[in-house]
């Protein structure tokens, strides 16, 4: 009789007829890949899988882990395919502290570098291939280009105070302009609130010419400094090609800045809310940058200004944010920094 780890062989004096033969192939094929299985799990080191690459832990680590197969998946603060070498990883994973609540509960404890702030991620990392790139995603405005509604766009409109053309705004207008709800006519007749409906000294100068208004945008787009060139031109020469995108929420003016600043020389327009119709921090947003990048969440890093965005990445499943720092010079410093391999999974710039 089979019995599990023996391959049933047939009474040597009885004839085996055809379905006898198929049993015992069968019977002979599953026991050899069972004895195969069980040998190897025997056998082998144990293998981690950490930030995207297959780590062998040495020895001295082997009290870490608890084990129930031999590619172990492993939960860790980081979940940004890491570029580092083999013997790097190998480092990482027995320099790291590691508390185990199950086979699958890790979380990796190692020190963080100064301004630094650890964010734990929620998805777990499989084991993957070392050479899975990081996607990095940029913001647009206020992060690589000046945005003029936070600078001058009340003076365009002929208001004094930036707080009275707030209050003269529609507060909703804008935000639907940006999801592509409204066309540029639509954004001409409800840019304002109505004006039965505004103080006299802000109704005078509520008044929105679509042609006067593109050309004061065309004027006024220009880079948040003279070093963001630079910092695109090197980051790109750093990256593999079709791994640098924009996540941005903005309108259809989107093409003025392309025009005159041509970002599609470093970085791929690829989700503008726009088109996509979802804005930062709608966590569908990040999920549609993902996808239309060809990644998953987890390889992907945002640089943004906003907090908030930052925080909706994360929420998303992005491996890692960097909030920007205000000048081109101190984000170089932290995605040097972060290319490194010191800061996958981190919330940087914090």
């Given at each position: 009789m089979f019995t599990g780890g023996e391959a049933f062989a047939p009474a040597p004096h009885r004839p085996m007829s055809r379905l006898g033969r198929q049993r015992w192939a069968s019977a002979a094929g599953e026991s050899d890949t069972h004895q195969a299985q069980a040998a190897q799990c025997r056998g082998r080191q144990h293998l981690v899988a950490l930030d995207g690459a297959t780590a062998t832990a040495a020895a001295a680590?082997?009290?870490?882990?608890?084990?129930?197969?031999?590619?172990?998946?492993?939960?860790?603060?980081?979940?940004?395919?890491?570029?580092?070498?083999?013997?790097?990883?190998?480092?990482?994973?027995?320099?790291?502290?590691?508390?185990?609540?199950?086979?699958?509960?890790?979380?990796?404890?190692?020190?963080?570098?100064?301004?630094l702030q650890r964010v734990a991620s929620s998805a777990t990392t499989a084991a993957t291939s070392r050479d899975q790139p990081i996607v990095f995603f940029f913001d647009v405005?206020?992060?690589?280009?000046?945005?003029?509604?936070?600078?001058?766009?009340?003076?365009?409109?002929?208001?004094?105070?930036?707080?009275?053309?707030?209050?003269?705004?529609?507060?909703?207008?804008?935000?639907?302009?940006?999801?592509?709800?409204?066309?540029?006519?639509?954004?001409?007749?409800?840019f304002f609130r109505p004006l039965h409906t505004l103080p006299l000294h802000l109704a005078k100068h509520a008044r929105f010419n679509a042609r006067r208004f593109e050309a004061y945008l065309r004027e006024s787009y220009r880079f948040m400094d003279e070093g963001i060139e630079p910092l695109l031109e090197w980051l790109a020469s750093r990256q593999p090609p079709g791994t640098l995108h924009i996540l941005s929420n903005y309108p259809c003016y989107y093409r003025?800045?392309?025009?005159?600043l041509g970002l599609s020389r470093y970085l791929s327009w690829t989700a503008v809310s726009c088109e996509t119709g979802l804005r930062k921090p709608d966590p569908r947003a990040y999920a549609e940058a993902a996808t239309r990048a060809g990644a998953s969440a987890s390889q992907c890093v945002l640089i943004d200004d906003q907090k908030r965005n930052i925080d909706g990445a994360l929420a998303a499943g992005f491996g890692a944010a960097i909030l920007y720092?205000?000048?081109?010079?101190a984000l170089r410093s932290l995605l040097e920094e972060f290319l490194d391999g010191n800061n996958v999974g981190k919330k940087v710039g914090f």
């Amino acid at each position: 009789m089979f019995t599990g780890g023996e391959a049933f062989a047939p009474a040597p004096h009885r004839p085996m007829s055809r379905l006898g033969r198929q049993r015992w192939a069968s019977a002979a094929g599953e026991s050899d890949t069972h004895q195969a299985q069980a040998a190897q799990c025997r056998g082998r080191q144990h293998l981690v899988a950490l930030d995207g690459a297959t780590a062998t832990a040495a020895a001295a680590t082997e009290g870490h882990f608890r084990t129930a197969a031999t590619v172990l998946p492993v939960r860790v603060s980081s979940t940004i395919p890491s570029q580092l070498s083999r013997k790097s990883a190998a480092r990482a994973v027995t320099a790291a502290t590691v508390m185990c609540s199950s086979p699958y509960e890790h979380r990796h404890s190692a020190e963080t570098s100064p301004g630094l702030q650890r964010v734990a991620s929620s998805a777990t990392t499989a084991a993957t291939s070392r050479d899975q790139p990081i996607v990095f995603f940029f913001d647009v405005m206020d992060t690589l280009v000046c945005d003029p509604f936070f600078k001058d766009m009340h003076l365009h409109f002929g208001f004094d105070k930036r707080e009275d053309f707030l209050a003269a705004k529609h507060p909703e207008t804008w935000i639907r302009f940006e999801r592509g709800e409204l066309s540029v006519t639509d954004l001409e007749h409800l840019f304002f609130r109505p004006l039965h409906t505004l103080p006299l000294h802000l109704a005078k100068h509520a008044r929105f010419n679509a042609r006067r208004f593109e050309a004061y945008l065309r004027e006024s787009y220009r880079f948040m400094d003279e070093g963001i060139e630079p910092l695109l031109e090197w980051l790109a020469s750093r990256q593999p090609p079709g791994t640098l995108h924009i996540l941005s929420n903005y309108p259809c003016y989107y093409r003025f800045i392309e025009e005159k600043l041509g970002l599609s020389r470093y970085l791929s327009w690829t989700a503008v809310s726009c088109e996509t119709g979802l804005r930062k921090p709608d966590p569908r947003a990040y999920a549609e940058a993902a996808t239309r990048a060809g990644a998953s969440a987890s390889q992907c890093v945002l640089i943004d200004d906003q907090k908030r965005n930052i925080d909706g990445a994360l929420a998303a499943g992005f491996g890692a944010a960097i909030l920007y720092p205000g000048t081109s010079s101190a984000l170089r410093s932290l995605l040097e920094e972060f290319l490194d391999g010191n800061n996958v999974g981190k919330k940087v710039g914090f």
